[in-house]
T-cell receptor, first 112, second 116 residues
Framework: DAMVIQNPRYQVTQFGKPVTLSCSQT?????MYWYQQKSSQAPKLLFH???????NEADTPDNFQSRRPNTSFCFLDIRSPGLGDTAMYLC???????????FGPGTRLLVL | GENVEQHPSTLSVQEGDSAVIKCTYS??????FPWYKQELGKRPQLIID?????GEKKDQRIAVTLNKTAKHFSLHITETQPEDSAVYFC???????????????FGKGTHLIIQP
């Protein structure tokens, strides 16, 4: 379970104050995903990296950006968080040759 | 894009009875269908998955069936136990032969309650 790590686990930020969430994995998986899960809702895909190739979902707000400096790390940057961005943010990883996607424990973000 | 519908939103069963959760998907290109269990405040955990070239898969008390023609798949849990209480999500994805894949599109979830 410690193979996909997300930091911090809990984050409180102010409206409009940039925040960065991180995900790291020791699985050497090619693909890394970011999902947003609001309270009592299903996870919603924001974007993913296939190796270094970035794939954005059409309805992901411009406010959300991502970086993947190396295989192990992926970051989610929220440039100007709004109250509606309060959610759990889940990082998922997958090996290129397999279908199974593994999730990290998530970061609970509260925007005040 | 893909759209996944899941029913029911809440399911209450007596301990020891069976539970069935159903999902339909819209994109005929989807070929991978996992089911996740999520306990309150925790990450989704994969419990079973099925590829589109298989009609049924079973793992102890859990089974999944897929009807590719009708574009629906179901989760069956037999001999339910209190620890089965959680939210269950179905999902769909298109996994390409070269190893790439779309991300998962999730259903809205089913809150399964096991009554003692």
């Amino acid at each position: 379970d410690a193979m996909v790590i997300q930091n911090p686990r809990y984050q409180v930020t102010q409206f409009g104050k940039p925040v960065t969430l991180s995900c790291s994995q020791t699985l050497n998986h090619n693909v890394m995903y970011w999902y947003q899960q609001k309270s009592s809702q299903a996870p919603k895909l924001l974007f993913h990296y296939y190796d270094k190739d970035f794939n954005n979902e059409a309805d992901t707000p411009d406010n959300f950006q991502s970086r993947r400096p190396n295989t192990s790390f992926c970051f989610l940057d929220i440039r100007s968080p709004g109250l509606g961005d309060t959610a759990m943010y889940l990082c998922g990883t997958r090996k290129r040759t397999q279908e199974t996607q593994y999730f990290g424990p998530g970061t609970r973000l509260l925007v005040l | 894009g893909e759209n996944v519908e899941q029913h029911p939103s809440t399911l209450s069963v007596q301990e020891g009875d069976s539970a069935v959760i159903k999902c339909t998907y819209s994109d005929s290109a989807s070929n991978y269908f996992p089911w996740y269990k999520q306990e309150l405040g925790k990450r989704p955990q994969l419990i079973i998955d099925i590829r589109s070239n298989v009609g049924e898969k079973k793992d102890q008390r859990i089974a999944v069936t897929l009807n590719k023609t009708a574009k629906h798949f179901s989760l069956h849990i037999t001999e339910t136990q209190p620890e089965d209480s959680a939210v269950y999500f179905c999902a769909a994805s298109n996994v390409y032969s070269g190893g790439g894949a779309d991300g998962l599109t999730f259903g809205k979830g089913t809150h399964l309650i096991i009554q003692p």
